[in-house]
């Protein structure tokens, strides 16, 4: 079993910055992305940003120029640093990874996090 762990969120004033971070464990054995999405109230979930294990990065229009996604491969973390943030960003951020686990290394996997909160307010 793979689980992530979220830590980061909070409320900010619209022009504030924000880290997000997750870190996995359990039987991994090999990750092959890692990410974050979010879902405002009413609205689907959407992509925000990814990053694979070479380190190539995908970002949401939206957020390109703001957010800036990295990743620690030896500590199975990735960060989301968040800048000039607006009050549209407000959402519950999850976590996604997609990994191989030691038990059954054939199979890839689509794990959550429990999601964190970030509101964007006055």
């Known amino acids: 079993q793979v689980q992530l762990v979220e830590s980061g969120g909070g409320l900010v004033q619209p022009g504030g910055s924000l880290r997000l971070s997750c870190a996995a464990s359990?039987?991994?054995?090999?990750?092959?992305?890692m990410g974050w999405y979010r879902q405002a109230p009413g609205k689907q979930r959407d992509l925000v940003a990814m990053?694979?294990?070479?380190?190539?990065?995908n970002y949401a229009d939206s957020v390109k120029g703001r957010f800036t996604i990295s990743r620690d491969n030896a500590k199975n973390l990735v960060s989301l640093q968040m800048n000039s943030l607006k009050p549209e960003d407000t959402a519950v951020y999850y976590c996604?990874?997609?990994?191989?686990?030691?038990?059954?290394?054939?199979?890839?996997?689509?794990?959550w996090g429990q999601g964190t909160q970030v509101t964007v307010s006055s």
């Open positions: 996604n990874v997609g990994a191989r686990s030691t038990i059954t290394p054939s199979r890839l996997g689509n794990y």
């Open positions: 359990g039987s991994i054995f090999s990750i092959i992305a």
């Open positions: 990053v694979t294990s070479d380190g190539m990065t």
